[in-house]
């Protein structure tokens, strides 16, 4: 099986690469899990509780996947999509929710060691000029200012050069416009099959 983790900062087309890498296997043995941010709301304590039993659903949902896959699928031709991340705490917990940083490192940790416990993990991080980021804002989004969105956008940073994953970081603007999809999806892909970009 192959764990694809897709990650980044809002307005950065997520969404848009998941829909060309699920194309891309036609769909064949694709399962999409996603991982919602936490409520503002929570307090630095049940916003960890929050992820930790997230976390602990996908495993055992992984779990079934693979003992279906060993009686029915080619184990090594399936794909599991994980739409966002336990990473994006570390970002969203230290600018909302005042979690230390090394409280969350340690959970980094432990998601790296999950995941590199499974053969085929790729880590796709998207990102993007804070001030395009900006533009592309909908409203729905953490943060709203150029201040909060470069903050963001330096923790992603930081957490991608924590994770021990195999990683790709793909910058999906040059200027005011978005690099192609078409580009951003061979990065990918090229990444993926043969750990090259």
Excluded at 13 to 28: E, F, Q, T
Excluded at 47 to 56: D, H, L, R, V
Excluded at 106 to 121: C, G, P, Q
Excluded at 183 to 194: A, E, K, V, Y
Aim: charged share 25%; with cysteine; glycine share 6%.
């Amino acid at each position: 099986m192959k764990h694809i983790i897709i990650c980044g900062i809002d307005r950065c087309g997520k969404n848009s690469l998941i829909k060309g890498i699920c194309d891309h296997y036609n769909y064949n043995g694709v399962h999409i899990r996603h991982f919602d941010k936490p409520p503002k709301t929570l307090t630095s304590v049940q916003a960890f509780e929050f992820q930790k039993n997230t976390f602990s659903k996908e495993g055992n949902f992984i779990e079934c996947i693979s003992n279906l896959e060993k009686d029915q699928y080619y184990y090594h031709e399936n794909v599991l999509i994980w739409n966002r991340s336990p990473y994006g705490e570390y970002v969203y917990g230290q600018m909302f929710r005042k979690l230390e940083k090394k409280v969350i490192i340690k959970y980094i940790r432990t998601y790296d060691n999950f995941y590199l416990y499974h053969d085929n993990t790729y880590f796709i991080m998207l990102t993007a000029d804070p001030e395009f980021c900006l533009k592309q804002e909908d409203g729905n989004s953490f943060s709203k200012t150029i201040e909060q969105k470069t903050k963001e956008i330096s923790l992603f940073n930081e957490v991608f050069e924590l994770s021990s994953l195999n990683k790709l970081k793909i910058k999906v603007n040059d200027g005011d416009n978005y690099i192609s999809k078409e580009t951003i999806l061979n990065n990918t892909l090229n990444f993926i099959n043969n750990g090259k970009h």
